[in-house]
């Protein structure tokens, strides 16, 4: 079936449709007593748990303690706690969360009326606060138990900016300080971020820089670079461990981060319940994991438990594909091979996408919880979209929904749309949810290349993923 046009045009709603608009809303928000209370540990009902974080060298496996140095010790626990299905949300993150929460589920009623399909669409949008992104979701939390523990200074790296600009708005909340080593190159051709976190107090370091030996030593063998992820991380790390009452935090990957972001999910669970309305199909973007494994973790709880559950779709980008075309097999979670290894889907640290790649979710791994989900079927498919199509169903999806989406949401959409024209062809009437994880309004320069027609997608071949799997870590007694 050929893709709809971008030109759409005026539409409007027959009587008989706007009647049933009003019998389930555009909006579905949950009041302030309805919000969750606590947040959901998918790992606790899982019968088969992902393997043991392990130390790199003896092949061990990383023991509470063993976390310490590197997080807040609340967040060291949660971090490898399997059995716990419900953990409290204190209550001042509660309170932070309704400054910003419910994030609404939106009925697509414009967008369906587009496709023309019979399908019914609906999204989970996390871009209503200021950071853009549900990123913030897990930023109060972290920057919450570091305040706990005492600690009074926090680092971190940023790439595209949103988890930086998430931890600088958590960090004024709670009043620690921020360091954020943002990659020299995005901070230069995205000024308007770097002025954000700084408006929030961060202190914005383009990266690499001459605040740390790293910096200093990849400075002076190549003296014009505009940096990486990889360096920025370095750099954050070397800067946390050697800066007293100091921890460097992470947005993405970790079980911790999954964990806060249940609420995600367990909110667009409680309010799609208020209507009786269960998905057939839920889909969600993936680059480290984190917003899908927060939005469908209350239903793959009931898979795991037995009962009836949606089909699960991760979308991921064609020019990273960590679940499509990655192994299952320890790895680090940096560029810079410092931290322990996790068994996760994996193009292997040293794996670099194409620079013209635009459309975010460039991490190399994915999440351990949802890399095991997936090993063993329970999370069902997994989609590489290349990012001219993903680009084309922003378009669309702004033009009828009128967000602008994050070009990282709108591979979710993309993968919205086939399965809403599938149900067309079909004439199935299939409820689909898919995660709206944020805007795009600090991504106009892919939105530019996109409208110019100069975009280009580019799929590594066998021998470029070689290249990552050739740095993969071989582990002291694991196979
Ligand atoms: C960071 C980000 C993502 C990808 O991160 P996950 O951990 O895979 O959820 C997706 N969408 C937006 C808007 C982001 O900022």
Not at 66 to 71: A, D, K, R
Not at 144 to 149: H, L, N, R, S, V
Not at 337 to 354: C, D, H, I, K, Q
Not at 451 to 475: C, V, W
């Amino acid at each position: 079936m050929p893709f709809p046009s971008r030109h759409m045009g005026i539409h409007y709603f027959n009587e008989e449709e706007t009647k049933m608009a009003k019998t389930i809303p555009y909006k579905i928000f949950l009041s302030e007593d309805e919000l969750p209370k606590a947040w959901y540990n998918l790992r606790a009902d899982m019968k088969e748990k992902p393997d043991p974080m392990r130390n790199p060298a003896t092949g061990e496996e990383v023991p509470v303690e063993g976390l310490y140095p590197l997080f807040c010790e609340e967040l060291a626990r949660q971090e490898l706690d399997t059995t716990t299905a419900f953990i409290d949300i204190p209550e001042d993150i509660q309170s932070f969360y309704k400054m910003y929460r419910p994030s609404p589920v939106v009925r697509a009623y414009c967008l369906e009326k587009i496709l023309g399909t019979p399908a019914k669409l609906y999204y989970k949008f996390e871009g209503t606060n200021t950071s853009g992104s549900h990123k913030l979701n897990s930023a109060a939390p972290q920057v919450y138990y570091a305040k706990e523990q005492g600690l009074t200074h926090l680092t971190t790296e940023t790439g595209a900016g949103q988890w930086g600009t998430a931890l600088s708005m958590a960090c004024a909340y709670f009043d620690i300080a921020l360091t954020v080593y943002m990659v020299k190159i995005s901070s230069e051709q995205k000024p308007y971020r770097k002025a954000v976190m700084e408006t929030y107090g961060a202190n914005v370091i383009p990266s690499p820089s001459d605040t740390t030996n790293v910096g200093r030593a990849i400075l002076k063998d190549n003296p014009g670079t505009g940096g990486s992820l990889g360096c920025a991380i370095s750099e954050a790390i070397e800067k946390a461990m050697t800066t007293e009452n100091c921890r460097y935090v992470l947005g993405s990957v970790l079980n911790h981060v999954l964990l806060h972001q249940s609420v995600i999910g367990l909110e667009a669970k409680a309010a799609l319940d208020k209507y009786d309305i269960y998905p057939d199909i839920v889909i969600g973007c993936a680059g480290g994991g984190s917003n899908l494994g927060g939005l469908i973790a209350p239903y793959m709880r009931d898979k795991l438990q037995g009962k009836d559950a949606p089909h699960f779709i991760a979308v991921e980008p064609a020019s990273c594909p960590s679940l499509t075309r990655g192994k299952y097999a320890y790895d680090f979670g940096d560029t810079g091979r410092t931290t322990p290894v996790m068994r996760m889907y994996t193009l292997g640290a040293g794996f670099m996408p194409s620079a013209n790649h635009a459309g975010g979710l460039r991490y190399h791994g994915m999440s351990p919880i949802l890399s095991k989900l997936y090993h063993d079927g329970l999370l069902d498919e997994a989609r590489a979209v290349e990012q001219s199509k993903v680009f084309e169903a922003a378009t669309m999806f702004a033009r009828s929904e009128g967000t602008l989406p994050a070009p990282e949401s709108s591979h979710a959409i993309r993968v919205a749309i086939d399965e809403a024209l599938k149900c067309k062809e079909t004439g199935e009437e299939k409820t689909i949810l898919f995660g709206l994880t944020g805007t795009g309004y600090f991504d106009m320069s892919a939105y530019m290349s996109y409208n110019s027609g100069e975009m280009s997608d580019y799929i590594p071949t066998d021998e470029d993923l070689e290249k990552g799997f050739a740095s993969l870590p071989k582990i002291p007694g694991v196979e």
